[in-house]
């Protein structure tokens, strides 16, 4: 899922999910352009293709379809886009593994593949709305556990991140506020909060 806070100006990237190391592939994010998150049978190069071309003043639903174009697997892709302005699209490619779903609304989209419920995409946007008060990577993180809690992934949840991206002290060429992952566990969305808790009483 993506989620944009337009109050402090933070767009963030969480993701969940039964694969190994998920945060190393599904969350790509830039300050002032926006996020995407490509899953299911996953073609990471999609996430920076469409970043740059959001850059270049692509709409989010021009972006998403000019990079699928050149993909000759698309129909094997899951994607969401959202733009720094809260500008969102998704994809749900034809060959992507049941349950699927997608769900987008105002500063956020959500997508889910091979999960117990189809439901999952709505109650993390609706959570992460309900929880943005309180910052961006703590609205994802209650966002994921609420995915967790439903089902979450077919296989059982094994590996999660959250990456969030913002205006820092090092300008331009450092925009990430959290870059957290847990690459395998068998509770990785409780792991992961309690290494955010941890890095954050650290920063």
């Not at 034809?94 to 189809?118: F, M, Q």
Request: with cysteine.
């Amino acid at each position: 899922m993506i989620g944009f806070d337009p109050k402090n100006n933070i767009l963030g990237v969480g993701v969940v999910s039964g694969s190994i190391a998920v945060g190393s592939r599904v969350p790509w994010a830039k300050c002032l352009v926006g996020g995407v998150a490509t899953q299911a049978y996953t073609n990471p190069s999609l996430g920076p293709i469409i970043l740059d071309l959001l850059e270049k003043g692509y709409s989010v639903e021009d972006a998403l379809m000019k990079a699928l174009m050149n993909d000759p697997r698309r129909e094997y892709r899951q994607v969401a886009v959202l733009s720094w302005n809260s500008s969102y699209s998704f994809y749900n490619g034809k060959n992507i593994p049941e349950k699927h779903s997608g769900y987008g609304t105002g500063n956020c989209v959500s997508i889910a593949n091979l999960v117990v419920s189809e439901n999952i995409p709505y109650e993390m946007c609706t959570t992460f709305i309900d929880n943005l008060d309180q910052g961006v990577p703590i609205a994802l993180l209650h966002a994921l556990e609420k995915g967790h809690s439903i089902g979450g992934d077919r296989r059982g949840d094994r590996s999660a991140a959250i990456l969030v991206v913002g205006k820092t002290d090092y300008g331009k060429l450092y925009d990430r506020i959290v870059d957290l992952r847990i690459d395998y566990s068998h509770n990785p969305v409780e792991d992961l909060a309690k290494l955010y808790m941890l890095y954050s009483k650290n920063t």
